[in-house]
């Protein structure tokens, strides 16, 4: 099988993760019951991937536990679900990262000058997505401005467990059967499209059941070009915290303002 028909297959995989959570039963037609059997979906699978990557590298190490953990807790301080999803995600990434000699760095440049300048690519990305994603948001939402601790928390989950479990975790899938980065423009496309749109689906997890596929394909189309395209290339282009804080920027300016 050819490397790009392997990402072919990637892709397909986690797309029909998805379509099966809109197939089976559920009778609590909400969204939250999709979303809530999506997440458990999701949070087995990288947990089996995990433990047979874990056991197939021996690349586990006590710095890779501690970094997780941390993440976790960050991430978890809601839901401990998603923390122990980030933990699990960030573990077999690493592991599978350092198996394939390929490197995401949590820091691009760890002096003081390379954090700085992460925090500040962040804050600009993370303000100009905010804003874009304000001018969507009000369009269905009053504004009612108040700021409070459970935003940034809420923000942080956001952040973290999705950038580490929904977008760096498929990309070290990516490598992982590529061997290396990608080498082609369509291995990199590829790449990009296993790392944003499964996730961006997850924004719409009863779609199918509810409206049909053909009403929200703009959406998705609209939320993968405008965020989660620019967070997968922080990831890739700088490093795990830009798109980290990135991320979790443009949620608090959204909970914030428009309070959801």
Do not use: W
Not at 185 to 208: E, G, R, W
Request: one cysteine or more; charged letters at 15%; aromatic letters at 10%.
């Amino acid at each position: 099988m050819t490397k790009n028909l392997k990402l072919i297959c990637i892709f397909l995989t986690f797309m029909l993760l998805f379509i099966v959570n809109q197939l089976l039963p559920n009778n609590i037609r909400s969204p939250q019951a999709y979303t809530a059997r999506l997440l458990f979906i999701c949070f087995v699978t990288i947990s089996v991937i995990t433990i047979y990557i874990i056991i197939k590298t021996k690349k586990l190490k006590k710095k890779d536990i501690f970094v997780a953990i941390l993440f976790g807790i960050l991430s978890g301080m809601k839901s401990p679900f998603m923390g122990v999803t980030t933990i699990v995600a960030y573990i077999g990434s690493s592991c599978i990262l350092k198996y394939i000699h390929v490197n995401v760095p949590i820091f691009k440049d760890k002096t003081f000058k390379g954090i700085i300048k992460s925090a500040i690519i962040a804050t600009i990305c993370g303000c100009l997505l905010g804003m874009i994603n304000l001018l969507l948001g009000m369009k269905s939402s009053n504004i009612s401005v108040s700021f409070s601790i459970v935003h940034l928390i809420n923000a942080l989950q956001a952040g973290i467990t999705e950038e580490i479990a929904y977008r760096l975790f498929p990309f070290a899938i990516c490598v992982y059967f590529l061997k290396d980065n990608p080498k082609t423009k369509f291995q990199s496309v590829l790449c990009y499209f296993i790392m944003t749109v499964p996730h961006v689906l997850m924004h719409f997890p009863d779609m199918i059941a509810t409206n049909g596929i053909g009403s929200i394909i703009m959406s998705v189309v609209v939320l993968t070009l405008l965020f989660g395209l620019p967070f997968a290339l922080l990831l890739r282009k700088r490093d795990l915290f830009s798109a980290i804080a990135a991320h979790t920027l443009v949620d608090v300016i959204r909970f914030t303002v428009l309070g959801i």
